[in-house]
């Protein structure tokens, strides 16, 4: 498999953590559909840490827990997949899982079968109790041989959390994604310290393996297993903005059957997501060096381009991108129509440079550029 885009989905930790079970799972998955998140690209369901008994059973093989899944995994698998959902689950490279359940150390090839006998779509790989004397990359090229081999299309999420130096093998290992981050808190705080971590891990990013910020926390407000302040409805915006022009997976992270209107208004906003989903998958660059009012830029199929302003500080702002800093020079002749992606407002025609209006603390303006020609 080769993933042209970055996944898009939602994953069970950030709100539920250790309070998972099939009841929920299925709840999700009817929510995902009803809500709109799946036509909206959104197609893997995944289900995170604790989902499985403390111990394996006679054969080594790894058990889903009795209590909260009672028609283990397959049922669940199946269920997901009548609502034309791909189904996610989660192991880990070291003896145990980070909430110390049975890892994959040293099981990688029968857990990766079961795996596939259950219809599984696509594994979050954790990197918890690795043993001392073991290089993580050769336990993630173990778990990759054996999912390449498992008879399945199994997407291959590694989540190492850009420790090690993983920017440099993790391609190496088949994975289609890998965490470039420590974990996500539902506060702003999280949010920025993630995003200027990424600065320099964007070469890294692109077509086959996504650079993987951590599930989304928008539409979280305090509450479930990350919540610590919680965000603001423009907070979230901004997040959701800069992951998705990031080319970081969208893994839903929030309650989906209880979202509110602005919440859905965020996760499904088309032209940002667009962004995201671009054909061509190039990775983003900051137009300057300023890590607190970062302006991003992103190439887009058919020429057009993707300007992302961000005031990542606590006063008002007003950031500007002369086009020379994009290629974009005064002897091109060409000029930028500028259209804003949140409010789909025509900004108009260009030339030079474009100066933000006041922008308030925490919030983005994100806009796609059309080239025509200067007049
Ligand atoms: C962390 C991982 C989280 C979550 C958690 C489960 O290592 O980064 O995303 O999966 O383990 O215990």
New binding site residues.
């Given amino acids: 498999m080769i993933k042209l885009t970055p996944p898009m989905g939602w994953n069970s930790?950030n709100t539920y953590g250790t309070n998972i079970n099939e009841e929920l799972i299925k709840e999700t998955a009817d929510a995902m559909v009803e809500t709109g998140l799946l036509d909206a690209g959104y197609d893997y369901l995944v289900i995170?840490?604790c989902w499985s008994e403390r111990q394996r059973d006679e054969n080594g093989r790894i058990v889903p827990c009795k209590e909260k899944f009672p028609n283990g995994m397959k049922a669940v698998a199946d269920y997901v997949h009548s609502k034309g959902l791909k189904f996610g689950m989660?192991s880990c490279a070291g003896n145990y899982?980070?909430?110390v359940y049975p890892g994959s150390f040293e099981y990688e090839f029968i857990d990766a079968a079961t795996f596939a006998e259950w219809g599984v779509d696509f594994l979050?790989y954790?990197?918890?109790f690795k043993p001392y004397w073991q290089q993580g990359h050769l336990l993630y090229k173990r778990m990759g041989f054996a999912l390449a081999n498992c008879g399945r299309d199994i997407l291959f999420s590694a989540?190492s959390?850009g420790v090690d130096e993983s920017h440099k093998w993790i391609k190496e290992t088949g994975a289609h994604m890998w965490?470039s981050t420590g974990?996500i808190v539902d506060s702003w705080k999280s949010i920025v310290d993630l995003a200027q971590k990424q600065i320099s891990l964007q070469p890294y990013n692109g077509q086959g393996c996504f650079n993987d910020m951590?599930m989304l926390i928008v539409g979280m407000h305090g509450k479930g297993n990350v919540a610590i302040d919680g965000c603001s409805v423009e907070e979230y915006r901004t997040h959701f903005s800069l992951w998705a022009f990031l080319n970081s997976p969208l893994m839903i992270g929030c309650d989906v059957r209880n979202m509110s209107d602005s919440t859905k208004d965020i996760l499904m906003n088309k032209d940002i997501i667009a962004i995201n989903q671009d054909s061509a998958a190039r990775q983003p660059y900051l137009a300057d060096n300023n890590p607190n009012v970062m302006t991003w830029v992103k190439p887009l199929e058919g020429g057009d381009v993707a300007i992302g302003f961000f005031n990542l500080t606590d006063s008002n702002q007003c950031p500007f991108l002369p086009f020379d800093n994009i290629g974009l020079n005064r002897s091109t002749g060409k000029a930028l129509q500028l259209t804003n992606l949140w409010t789909g407002e025509d900004l108009g025609v260009f030339k030079d440079i474009y100066r933000t209006p006041v922008m308030e603390p925490h919030t983005c303006l994100v806009l796609r550029g059309k080239l025509v020609d200067a007049k």
Wanted: contains cysteine; hydrophobic residues 20%; negative net charge.
């Fill in positions: 930790w995170d840490d989660y899982t980070c909430a979050k954790d990197y918890c989540c959390w965490r974990d951590d």
